[in-house]
């Protein structure tokens, strides 16, 4: 009988360090795989980033654009902006923008196209000391000249609130997640397009909202993660090695 349980207990310790190892060894491919795909995604940014700014697509291409294939994208089109509440979503800081480091806001906010198409634009930083909602609309007011202008910014694709997302606050026109459809549904923008622009310039004269050239900063951290998963899968290797000598020497 007790070899029948040892027989058994070494069948299961086995079988449990080889599916342990097997996962934690697939991980660690992954997690190279995920690298090679980081790569690649930062090589392609880097393109689109230092492109020469092209033409806006027209509408009856917006449905076709991608956050894989035209996030980022430099575009210059003039369009005037809207005499519309404009809206305030939350950030600590920025991964794209190097020159915003503290907490503040970004101003979004309609502008149409001479084509009669709304496209939202994230006309730049406004700084966490001007929060209060009348600073907010007194910094906005000089982009509302009724007259267009030329634009030139970065193709970029709203967020989706989650679980955990923070609710909206509409009495001061707050949000805390770029969901540009809910924002434009909340205060009555209209229909607007599946994207939004990152404005890089023109700068207003006083600088808030403050656009500026964006700079992604991808964390690449996947070949230390492969290393750890096949530390990972080489330790419980090791130690079922370790248990399995000593109950036979037992």
């Known amino acids: 009988m007790s070899q029948t349980r040892s027989l058994g207990s070494t ?3 086995t079988v449990f360090a080889l599916v342990m ?3 934690l060894t697939g991980l660690g491919f992954w997690q190279l795989e995920r690298r090679d795909e980081k790569h690649a995604l930062i090589a392609a940014l880097n393109a689109r980033l230092a492109a020469e700014p092209v033409p806006l697509p027209p509408s009856g291409e917006w449905s076709r654009l991608t956050a894989a294939h035209d996030e980022f994208r430099r575009v210059r089109f003039a ?3 809207e005499n519309k509440p404009d809206a305030m979503i939350y950030t600590s ?3 794209v923008r190097t020159d915003v480091k503290s907490p503040g806001a970004w101003a979004f906010l309609p502008a149409r196209l001479a084509s ?3 496209v939202v634009i994230n006309a730049g930083f406004v700084p966490n000391e001007m929060q209060g909602r009348p600073e907010e609309d007194r910094a906005v007011a000089p982009l509302l000249t009724g007259k267009p202008e030329t634009l030139t910014g970065y193709l970029r694709f709203p967020e989706h609130p989650g679980f955990l997302t923070a609710h909206e606050n509409e009495p001061k026109r707050l949000w805390f ?3 540009v459809p809910g924002i434009a549904a909340s205060l009555n923008w209209g229909k607007v397009a599946p994207f939004y622009i990152d404005l890089e310039t023109p700068v207003p004269a006083g600088a808030v909202p403050k656009p500026g050239a964006l700079v992604p900063k991808l964390r690449d951290n996947h070949l230390q993660y ?3 998963w096949f530390g990972l899968a080489l330790a419980v290797f090791g130690t079922f090695g370790f248990w399995l000598f000593g109950k036979r020497r037992a």
Request: net charge negative; hydrophobic share 50%.
């Open 93 to 95: 800081s920025s991964a």
């Open 177 to 179: 997640i770029r969901d």
């Open 11 to 13: 069948i299961g310790m």
């Open 226 to 228: 492969a290393i750890t």
């Open 79 to 81: 369009a005037t902006f």
């Open 116 to 118: 009669g198409e709304q």
């Open 21 to 23: 190892t097997a996962i």
